[in-house]
């Protein structure tokens, strides 16, 4: 198995995971909700979201990593504010970045799994053990991943079009609501909202593939 990549300030990536087995992690529209929401809370401080996309039994998020200064302010904040944190010792600057929003999305993923069991009366482990992530580095991944992500549910026929979805990013680009998606920032990378349409169109038109590069 190849090694993840770490996360560094400023990078862009790809974060997925699945349930275990045939179940699924989202069950009704209060589980979605309170992914969003804890995401937010646990997240945001570290990592700016560009897209994502809900599945009943899977998630995809397309995030970039906040400015090295901004995590470890967040860092000083989380232990000004907890007697019990404890940072491992001998952390490299590099090492220290990554553990910070390595750190956040275990919390964030474990308290979400936690809270989902005793909403449905569940035991047992939720997620499969390691959450993927994939470097983007360039603007034509970049893209194409967004694209890939409101298509998902196409891909897995669950709608015939992405803004049937109503747990995807593709909303936030077409509809004028407060949002975190620095929304004006992403369509001048697809040309325009009509660039940004025609590209996930194309997509369609040519036939889906699970691939993200093709």
């Known amino acids: ?88 010792e001998g952390l490299s600057k590099e090492e220290l970045n990554h553990y910070i929003v390595h750190r956040q999305f275990h919390n964030f993923l474990g308290g979400y799994a936690k809270a989902f069991n005793k909403y449905h009366n569940r035991k047992g482990s939720l997620l499969r053990q390691n959450t993927k992530r994939k470097m983007v580095g360039n603007a034509r991944y970049l893209t194409n991943v967004i694209r890939y992500l409101h298509l998902n549910p196409v891909l897995h026929k669950f709608t015939k079009t992405p803004e049937s979805w109503p747990h995807s990013s593709f909303h936030v680009f077409l509809e004028d609501c407060e949002t975190k998606i620095p929304k004006e920032e992403i369509l001048t990378w697809f040309g325009s909202i009509e660039g940004f349409l025609n590209f996930h169109q194309e997509k369609l038109n040519y036939g889906l593939i699970p691939a993200l590069e093709r």
């Not at 397309?62 to 940072?87: G, P, W």
């Open 1 to 88: 198995m190849s090694k993840q990549p770490t996360y560094e300030p400023g990078g862009g990536y790809h974060v997925y995971n699945h349930s275990n087995g045939s179940e699924d992690m989202f069950i009704d529209e209060e589980n979605y909700l309170y992914f969003l929401e804890k995401y937010a809370k646990k997240l945001n401080g570290v990592v700016s979201t560009l897209a994502y996309c809900l599945m009943p039994n899977h998630f995809h998020l397309l995030i970039k990593v906040r400015s090295e200064k901004t995590l470890l302010d967040f860092l000083a904040e989380k232990k000004r504010n907890s007697n019990n944190l404890k940072i491992p």
